[in-house]
């Protein structure tokens, strides 16, 4: 479709400010990929991102696809500290474009509910969007899946873990988030065996996305996986 504001305000790459698009052709070959899925607990590798049956915590699965630097670490930031909600559309057809794995493929088969991790009030509303959200709302819709909001509150306004030491970062996000008070009224009935897929743009240590699945889990969700673009 003609898009007026594109002719006014042609997209500039969020990642070499080159015209034409939020994350053009070239930055997108430079972009690496992640050669290998993690475990989300002990962070060591693991086929397909399944947790090893040995490991504890509350993913059961993990799925990122590019290395958490330059092109797209420069993109991600744009859109979440500069506000630059526009690029997030590029972002995630291109990691559709390179997502691949068997095992993932059979959890979105079970019809998971897409949760984006939610940013508190505070950072919500000097912020306006929940990048999180946007992901998900666009792979939501990719996917034909379910996505809700309605059952984690971010009760703590934790400081940016990028900021912190990786002790810290555990700390700084215990009990970060609650159950809703929608949740807690209708009860957990509408978690009971629903598998849940948590959106986040990026997984550092997974403490943030550990924290939303533990209230999952309480609440009665079976399955846990969880999906970032960037590692
Ligand atoms: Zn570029
Ligand atoms: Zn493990």
Redesign the pocket.
């Known amino acids: 479709m003609f898009d007026l504001l594109d002719l006014l305000f042609p997209p500039v790459c969020l990642s070499c400010n080159k015209f034409g698009q939020f994350f053009c052709s070239d930055c997108q070959t430079k972009a690496e990929i992640l050669d290998e899925t993690i475990?989300p607990?002990?962070l060591?590798k693991?086929l397909n991102g399944v947790?090893?049956p040995k490991?504890k915590g509350y993913i059961d699965g993990l799925i990122s696809v590019f290395k958490y630097k330059k092109e797209v670490q420069k993109i991600i930031k744009e859109i979440k500290y500069r506000y630059y909600k526009a690029g997030v559309g590029k972002l995630v057809d291109f990691f559709l474009k390179n997502l691949r794995n068997s095992e993932f493929d059979k959890f979105l088969a079970s019809k998971p509910i897409l949760v984006p991790i939610p940013l508190h009030s505070k950072k919500m509303s000097a912020r306006g969007f929940n990048q999180a959200q946007l992901i998900a709302q666009i792979l939501a819709k990719s996917w034909q899946l379910p996505i809700s909001n309605k059952f984690l509150v971010r009760a703590k306004n934790t400081q940016v873990q990028a900021e912190l030491k990786k002790a810290q970062r555990q700390q700084n996000m215990k009990n970060a988030f609650i159950p809703s008070r929608e949740i807690l009224k209708i009860g957990s009935k509408s978690l009971q065996n629903k598998n849940i897929l948590l959106v986040d743009d990026v997984w550092t240590t997974g403490s943030t996305m550990q924290e939303a699945a533990k209230v999952l889990k309480k609440l009665a969700a079976k399955k846990i996986w969880g999906v970032t673009v960037a590692r």
Do not use: R
């Open positions: 475990c607990f002990c060591q693991t947790k090893h490991c």
